[in-house]
C-alpha cells in the first residue's frame, strides 16, 4: 500500500504551550509565504567599506525598507531622538565606535558621512602610536593564553591559584560591579585589592574604560586619596570600613566580595582604548600621579618582554614600590607568565628589595622605572649557597601547572636526597605500618575464632531470648572495649597532643599514625550525618571527652576528630562533616599541629574545612563548602573558599545557659539507649542461629544433641551428628545472607512509609524530640541501605520505595537524603557522596526548611551539597 508523503519545512510545524505537536495544523497544503527582509538584508552594502557596515549593523534593527550608506537618519530612515539613544548605546559597544555622541549623529547624519568622520579623526593621530594601542593591556591579556592554553595558571599562591579562563571571568565580574556603581569620568579607579584580585581589577577597570592606580592599605593611604581624586574605590568590604573612618572620599566603594553572584551573567562589552588614554596611574611618595598612556605602557611592556619571555612563574618582591609594582604587573600579565607567591624562576626586585630566594633577579632602579630599561642580574653564589636543600635537591624545574608537582620527583624516586627532616624514620615507620596493617586479619580471626568455640555451641543449649540478649552484651562490651584500648594507647604513646612542628615519618608522626589506625573501628572513628541519632552523638562526645579533647556534651558534631586535645567545641556548636574536624596539617612534607577552636552556639556547615590555627567565635557561622584559612577568626557569617565575610554576626544566635541544660538533660535520657543502635549489626548472627536451630529440628530427639554437647567438653563446636549435614552450612550461609540483605532493604522501605513522616517545611523541632529521631532514623537506615547496595542500578528504584519522588531514566550511587523531601525530575544523574536534603542540625534544632527539588537532566559529581535542588539541565562539578 503506498502512502502519500509530503516535506514539511521545521518551521512550518505548530506546538502547544507544552512542546506537544498539533496535529490538526500540520501544514500539508502549499503555503505561500512572503520573504520579509530586516534592515540589514535591505540595506545596500556595494562600494560600502568595513566601517561604513558595522555602523549600518548598529541602525539595522531600526530601518524596515530598502536603504543605502547615503540616506538621511531622520528625513529618510525616520530615526527619532529615542532611535538615537539605542543606535548610541550599540555603538559605544564597539571599540571604533564608542565616541560617537548625539551631536556628531547630527553633525554627520548619513552612514557615509559619520564613517569619513571617523576615519579622519582617528588618521589624525600618530599611526605608529596607534599600533602600540592595538597591543593595549587588556588585549594583550585576554589574548595571551585564553585562547590557546585557557586552563594554564595566570596567578598562583600557597593556597590560591587561577587560570587564564578564571582571571577573565573574574574580571569581567568585576567589571560589572564598576558599571552598577557609576563613577564619573574621567578620574582614575583605586584599587586596594592583593594578588588575583589584584589584577582581575586592573582588567576590569581597562575594560570599562577606566585608568587605574594601585594602592596599599597603609598609613598613607588617606593623603594618596586625596592627592589621587579617584572616581571609584574597590576593596573587601573589611577594608572598605576601614576607609570609611580612615579618609573622607567622595568616591564610589566598590565591594567585590560581591563577584560571586554575578560570575554567571553575560559579561559587558568591553569599551576599548584609544592610544592617548590613559592605561594607569602611578603614584609614588612625594610626587604627583604620572598617568601612563596604552601607547607608553605597550612601549614599556615591550622593552621588558625579553626578560619576562624566558620565565613563567614571577614573583614581585615585597620590597617592590608601587610605581614598579604597576609597570611589573601589567608586563607580566601581558606576557602570559604567572604571578606566584613563592619559588619563582625570575624575582622583579627594586635595588634595596633583593631576595635570596631565586637565581635570577629583574632588578629595577627605584624612581627611573619609566624610562629606564630593567636589568637581568645573577645573584652571589653566597646568597644561592644558603637556599633551602629542600629547593636546590630538586631533580626537575617547577611545573607551570601546580606547586604540588615539586613533590613528584620525590614519589618517582628521582630526587637527589630522600632525606625528609632530620629525624624522620621512613623506613621504620614503613615496617610498622605494615606490621599494623598485616595485623588486621589476625583480629579477624581472632574474632571467628571466639565465636566458632564459644558461640556457636550455645546456639544448640539456649533459647534465642538468651542468645539475643549475649550477642547485645558482647557488641556492646566489644565497643567499649575498644575505646578502652585506644585510650590507652592514646596516653601511653603520645600524652596530651600539643602545639608543634614535627618531621614527616618521624616518632611522633608514628605514634600519631598509631593511634588514629587504632580509632577507626571505635565509637569516634565511626561515621556520622546530619541525621545521626543523639544518643550516638552524646555517647560519642563523651568518648571524645575521655581522649582528651575539650568537647561540650551538648555539642553535634558529624565530622572525625583528630589530634583530640587541641580540639575545642563549646556547647551547642554544631560542626558536620564528612571534612575531618583536625589539628594536624602535612603542608610542605612537615607534621604541623595547631588548635581549632569552635565557640558556643557557632555553626560550621557540611564539607567544610576548618585549617589547623582558626577560631570560629561564639555564634559565628561558617556556610557549607567554605574553608576557614589558619589563624584566621571568624566572627561574624562567612563563605567561600577561602572563607570570607558575607554578613554580619547574628546576637540572636548567643546560647542561654538554661537553653544548653535543658539540652543536656534530654540527651543524657536519651543516650541510656545507645545499645538500641546495635541491634542491626546483631541481625545477622541471629539470622545465623535461627538457621542452625532450624536444622536441629530436623532431628526426631532434640534431646541427643543437648546431651551430646555437655557430654564431652572437649568436642568439637559442632555435635558429631551435624556433620552429616555438614554440606549443607554454606548453602544455609548464603541464604541467612541474602535474607539479611532483603529484609534490611524492606524493613528499611517499611519504615520510610509506615513512621510519621516530617510535616510539610518549614519544619523545626528540637533534636532530642520523637519527630526529629524518627526522621533521623530514616536518615540512617536509608544511608546503611544505599551503602550496601553502592551504585547499583536499583538505587533510585529503591529510594523511590522508600518515599522519594522519582522521574525516569535516573542514576545515582551514594546520597545523604531524607526520602520525604527528595523530588527528582526525569533523566538525572548523581555520583556519590552528594548530600541531596536541606535537614540540618543547628544548636540543638533539627531543621528541615525546605524540600530539594533536582529537576529534569541534572547531573552531579561527587560531594556537592544541596539543600534546595537545581534548576533543569543544571551540570554541578565536584564540591
Not at 637581568?376 to 653566597?382: D, L, N, Q, V
Not at 550516638?536 to 575539650?550: I, M, P
Not at 519522588?805 to 527528582?824: D, I, N, R, Y
Request: net charge neutral; charged share 15%; with cysteine.
Amino acid at each position: 500500500m503506498l502512502s502519500q508523503v509530503k516535506i514539511v519545512d521545521s518551521g512550518d510545524w505548530k506546538f502547544n504551550a507544552s512542546g506537544k505537536l498539533l496535529r490538526n495544523a500540520v501544514p500539508l497544503e502549499e503555503v505561500v509565504r512572503e520573504v520579509k527582509q530586516d534592515g540589514w538584508e535591505a540595506f545596500d552594502k556595494s562600494e560600502c567599506s568595513e566601517l561604513e557596515l558595522e555602523i549600518a549593523q548598529c541602525l539595522a534593527p531600526q530601518v524596515t525598507e530598502a536603504w543605502s550608506r547615503n540616506d538621511h537618519f531622520m528625513e529618510d530612515l525616520g530615526v527619532d531622538s529615542g532611535g538615537f539613544g539605542r543606535l548610541i548605546t550599540k555603538m559605544r559597544a564597539r571599540p571604533r565606535l564608542h565616541k560617537v555622541d548625539l551631536q556628531m549623529l547630527f553633525e554627520y547624519p548619513t552612514v557615509a558621512a559619520l564613517a569619513k568622520h571617523l576615519s579622519e579623526e582617528s588618521a589624525d593621530s600618530d599611526d605608529e602610536a596607534t599600533d602600540s594601542a592595538g597591543e593595549t593591556f587588556v588585549d594583550a591579556f585576554l589574548a595571551s593564553d585564553v585562547t590557546a592554553n585557557p586552563h594554564s595558571l595566570c596567578y598562583e599562591s600557597r593556597c590560591e591559584a587561577l587560570s587564564h579562563l578564571q582571571m577573565q571571568r573574574l574580571a569581567s565580574a568585576y567589571q560589572r560591579l564598576l558599571h552598577r556603581a557609576k563613577p564619573r569620568r574621567p578620574a582614575p579607579v583605586a584599587i586596594l585589592l592583593q594578588g588575583y584580585q589584584q589584577m582581575a581589577a586592573m582588567v576590569a577597570a581597562c575594560m570599562e574604560g577606566f585608568a587605574f592606580c594601585l594602592l596599599d592599605n597603609t598609613e598613607h593611604l588617606a593623603e594618596q586619596l586625596q592627592q589621587l581624586g579617584p572616581c571609584a574605590v574597590m576593596a573587601e568590604p573589611q577594608t572598605l570600613s576601614e576607609l570609611a573612618w580612615k579618609a573622607q572620599t567622595s568616591a564610589a566603594l566598590v565591594d567585590v566580595s560581591g563577584a560571586s553572584a554575578v560570575l554567571a551573567q553575560a559579561p559587558l562589552p568591553n569599551l576599548g582604548a584609544q592610544a592617548q588614554d590613559a592605561a594607569c596611574v602611578a603614584l609614588a611618595p612625594g610626587t604627583h600621579p604620572l598617568p601612563l598612556s596604552h601607547t607608553q605602557l605597550a612601549v614599556l611592556v615591550e622593552a621588558w618582554r625579553p626578560h619576562l619571555a624566558p620565565a613563567k612563574r614571577v614573583h614581585l618582591s615585597a620590597g617592590l614600590g608601587t610605581c614598579p609594582r604597576t609597570v611589573a604587573a601589567v608586563a607580566a600579565a601581558s606576557c602570559g607568565a604567572t604571578l606566584v607567591e613563592e619559588r619563582p624562576q625570575l624575582v622583579i626586585a627594586e635595588v634595596s628589595g633583593r631576595t635570596t630566594k631565586c637565581s635570577q633577579t629583574l632588578v629595577v632602579a627605584g624612581q627611573t622605572w619609566f624610562t629606564a630599561v630593567p636589568e637581568a642580574t645573577r645573584m652571589p653564589k653566597s646568597a644561592t649557597a644558603s637556599l633551602d636543600s629542600r629547593f636546590s635537591g630538586l631533580a626537575c624545574s617547577p611545573s607551570n601547572l601546580s606547586l604540588a608537582t615539586e613533590l613528584g620527583p620525590y614519589m618517582l624516586g628521582r630526587a637527589k636526597t630522600r632525606s625528609y627532616g632530620p629525624n624522620s624514620w621512613p623506613k621504620l615507620c614503613a615496617t610498622v605500618q605494615g606490621l599494623a596493617i598485616l595485623a588486621q586479619p589476625v583480629m579477624v580471626a581472632a574474632r571467628l575464632l571466639l565465636a566458632e568455640r564459644v558461640l556457636l555451641p550455645m546456639i544448640f543449649v539456649a533459647p534465642m531470648w538468651l542468645i539475643a540478649v549475649v550477642l547485645l552484651a558482647l557488641l556492646t562490651f566489644e565497643q567499649f572495649l575498644r575505646l578502652f584500648l585506644l585510650a590507652a594507647m592514646k596516653w601511653i604513646l603520645i600524652g596530651r597532643y600539643r602545639e608543634g612542628d614535627h618531621d614527616i615519618y618521624s616518632l611522633y608522626y608514628l605514634q600519631h599514625w598509631l593511634v588514629e589506625h587504632m580509632a577507626k573501628g571505635t565509637l569516634v572513628g565511626q561515621a556520622a550525618h546530619q541525621g545521626s541519632s543523639i544518643s550516638f552523638l552524646f555517647v560519642r562526645n563523651l568518648a571524645l571527652k575521655a581522649l582528651g579533647a575539650n568537647i561540650h556534651s551538648t555539642a553535634v558534631i558529624t565530622a572525625r576528630c583528630v589530634a583530640y586535645d587541641l580540639i575545642s567545641v563549646d556547647a551547642l556548636a554544631t560542626v558536620h562533616g564528612p571534612r575531618h574536624l583536625t589539628a594536624v596539617n602535612y603542608g610542605e612534607r612537615r607534621m604541623v599541629l595547631r588548635p581549632v577552636k569552635v565557640g558556643a552556639g557557632a555553626y560550621v556547615g557540611a564539607n567544610c574545612t576548618l585549617e589547623p590555627g582558626c577560631e570560629v567565635a561564639p555564634a559565628g557561622y561558617v556556610e557549607p563548602l567554605s574553608t576557614v584559612s589558619s589563624r584566621m577568626l571568624v566572627d561574624s557569617r562567612v563563605s567561600g573558599v577561602p572563607a570570607k565575610v558575607v554578613g554580619p554576626l547574628d546576637s540572636s544566635r548567643l546560647v542561654k545557659p538554661e537553653e544548653v541544660r535543658s539540652f543536656r538533660r534530654w540527651a543524657a535520657a536519651l543516650a541510656t539507649g545507645y545499645w538500641i543502635l546495635l541491634i542491626p549489626k546483631a541481625a545477622m548472627p541471629l539470622l545465623a542461629a535461627v538457621g542452625f536451630q532450624l536444622i536441629a529440628s530436623f532431628y526426631k530427639n532434640k534431646t541427643e544433641v543437648k546431651s551430646e554437647m555437655l557430654a564431652d567438653v572437649h568436642s568439637d563446636a559442632l555435635p558429631l551428628v551435624f556433620l552429616d549435614k555438614l554440606k549443607w552450612i554454606p548453602i544455609l550461609a548464603f541464604v541467612v545472607s541474602t535474607l539479611h540483605t532483603v529484609m534490611q532493604l524492606l524493613m528499611t522501605a517499611a519504615f520510610c512509609r509506615l513512621l510519621p513522616k516530617v510535616m510539610q517545611p518549614p519544619f523545626q523541632r528540637s533534636l532530642v524530640s520523637i519527630r526529629a529521631q524518627i526522621a533521623g532514623l530514616k536518615m540512617s537506615m536509608v544511608l546503611q541501605a544505599s551503602e550496601m547496595l553502592a551504585d547499583a542500578s536499583i538505587v533510585p528504584w529503591f529510594i523511590r520505595m522508600c518515599g522519594a519522588s522519582f522521574g525516569h531514566g535516573c542514576a545515582m550511587g551514594l546520597q545523604v537524603t531524607l526520602p520525604e523531601t527528595l523530588e527528582v525530575g526525569d533523566g538525572c544523574f548523581f555520583a556519590t557522596g552528594n548530600i541531596l536534603t536541606s535537614v540540618d542540625v543547628d544548636q540543638g534544632r533539627f531543621n528541615v526548611p525546605c524540600k530539594t527539588v533536582m529537576s529534569d537532566h541534572t547531573f552531579l559529581g561527587n560531594h556537592n551539597h544541596l539543600p534546595q535542588g537545581l534548576p533543569e539541565g543544571s551540570f554541578c562539578g565536584v564540591g
